[in-house]
Every structure is written in structure tokens, then in C-alpha cells.
């Protein structure tokens, strides 16, 4: 649901088959990738860096 919840498809993408299991697993590896590098960056500006 994590795609659906950050806006990359629709739901309805998911049911009727539109998507893969492989786009849905790249899709999470890039929410993945992200998250991280958005807490990496926080950190970074929290420590002065």
C-alpha cells in the first residue's frame, strides 16, 4: 500500500492487474532509497554538517 499511500498509483492499479509485483517492489525500493536519504539529510543539517 505504501505506493498507493505516497500517490506513485492507484489502488485500482493494483487489483485489476495494470501493475507487477515487480513494480510494486521497485516502487518500494524507491520509497526505500527516499526515506533514507531524506533521514541521512536531517541528520547531516542537525549535526551542522
Known sequence: MRPVLRGLCRYADL??????LFDVAEMNDAIDVLDENTWRAQEAARNGR
Not at 487489483?15 to 507487477?20: H, N
Open 15 to 20: 487489483v485489476d492487474g495494470t501493475l507487477t
